[in-house]
């Protein structure tokens, strides 16, 4: 017997129990974005290597860990998209978007690193990414913010999470701000972990991001990235704050926190939920004003967010809140000479009638038992049942498969009965 071929580690299906939450996660994320006039921008998950390399960092472990990389058959370098910001800003750089007028675009799909597998965290996962392009203000800033605020209301889960917020200044801010943490990190290096000694000289901000209890306990005496922020920095994150505040969206700010990209400029911001343990980042964000000219176009302010799907499709499960439609609202059962084509042709009709209306056939025969067997695992709501008498009368018999009644109509009165389903 042959060996099974199974899924690739930490690559998973989306299995028919599951995909109803998935469908109805997905459907809410766009019916709120394209709520604040936000168009689709659908990129390619393959790019040139080098995209990610400048966009990104050399010294992020994103880069230099986590790629999936490869040569293709004409040597050229890939990669497989591991966040979408880069390839978003690629698209509109290459496609004159920017160029044009501020741009508000959205994308949603998988991404993928090479991580070690764990609940919450995997190989390919899935994003939605919101990004804007030309606004430098505090304003879009603050809305993006307020766009997952509702997000979150809409899906219930507005209670389990909160929002940490940071401003890590422009490029020069963080180089003096760079110099003087460097030069405390040095003083305590006998503390630091392996991989905070790596950081400390390529990356030392993500250095404040450690979640090793004995470094967070000496940062407390850290220098404060606040302190060296200059002016247009400080007015524009105490104008977010002060439109935050009039939102009424609650909000702490973190000094330590820092995003794991290199790009990120000025505000940055997640949202935390203590529901899913160790992974409790459920949405990122912030500025990268400088990413546009770095990657060959045009300098253009611009700012975003990513949100981890998985991540809420766990704490959507974790809370309980699963509800989501049938599959199937209603199944047809037939027995009987004739009646068969006469099924599928009352199927197809209430498709036509009743926009939006799942109606499920019978195959494969079997008595009408066996039928109501199958109508009930497939969770219909209605079976509409056709005998050879039915098919005479042009009646249907339609039985409520979850109260239990049973009633006799008529076609025309089936599809106004059905039509309260959707």
């Known amino acids: 017997m042959a060996k099974t071929i199974q899924a690739i580690r930490g690559m998973n299906d989306c299995l028919p129990t599951q995909s ?5 996660l997905e459907n809410t994320v766009k019916n709120v ?9 659908r990129m390619p998950i393959v790019e040139e290597t080098n995209l990610f390399s400048r966009a990104v960092g050399e010294e992020t472990d994103v880069v230099s860990k986590e790629m999936y990389t490869f040569d293709d058959r004409n040597g050229d370098s890939l990669t ?10 690629r698209s509109c750089i290459q496609n004159s978007l920017i160029n044009r ?12 690193r090479h991580e070690r597998p764990q609940k919450g965290r995997y190989r390919q996962f899935h994003q939605c990414g919101v990004e804007v392009f030309g606004l430098n203000g505090p304003d879009v800033d603050a809305e993006l913010i307020m766009m997952t605020a509702r997000l979150w209301r809409e899906l219930g889960i507005d209670k389990h999470v909160r929002l940490e917020l940071n401003s890590i200044g422009s490029v020069e ?22 991989d ?52 009424g969206i609650e909000y702490t700010v973190n000094q330590r926190l820092v995003r ?14 203590e529901s899913l343990g160790a992974q409790g980042t459920v949405c990122g964000g912030g500025r990268y004003d400088g990413l546009v000219e770095q990657l060959g176009g045009k300098a253009t302010p611009a700012v975003g967010f990513a949100m981890g799907l998985e991540r809420l499709v766990l704490m959507l499960e974790t809370l309980e809140l699963t509800d989501v439609r049938r599959s199937v609202d209603v199944y047809v ?14 199927a197809e009709s209430l498709r036509e009638q009743v926009p939006g209306l799942r109606v499920m056939s019978h195959f494969g025969g079997g008595n009408f038992k066996k039928q109501f067997k199958r109508a009930d695992k497939v969770g219909a709501a209605v079976a509409l049942v056709l005998g050879e008498n039915e098919v005479a009368d042009g009646t249907v018999v339609v039985k409520d498969l979850i109260g239990g009644s049973q009633d006799t109509l008529s076609h025309s009165d089936v599809i106004t009965k059905l039509s309260q389903l959707v």
């Open 33 to 41: 974005i394209s709520a604040y006039g936000y168009s689709e921008v």
């Open 80 to 89: 497989l998209r591991p966040e979408g910001t880069a390839g978003c800003v």
């Open 101 to 112: 007028d501020e741009q508000r675009v959205w994308y949603m799909g998988p991404m993928f």
């Open 20 to 24: 109803p939450l998935w469908q109805k």
């Open 196 to 247: 905070s000694k790596r950081r400390m000289h390529t990356n030392p901000l993500r250095v404040l991001d450690t979640k090793n209890p004995d470094i967070q306990a000496i940062l407390g005496d850290a220098p404060r990235l606040s302190d060296y922020l200059g002016e247009e920095s400080k007015q524009h994150f105490s104008g977010l704050c002060e439109l935050l505040d009039a939102a």
């Open 173 to 194: 801010d963080r180089a003096d701000y760079r110099t003087a943490l460097v030069a405390f990190l040095e003083k305590h290096v006998d503390i630091l972990d392996d």
């Open 333 to 346: 059962v037939t027995a009987g000479e004739g009646t068969m084509m006469a099924g599928l042709k009352l």
């Open 260 to 273: 794991g990209l290199d790009y990120y400029n000025r505000t940055v911001f997640e949202w935390i939920t």
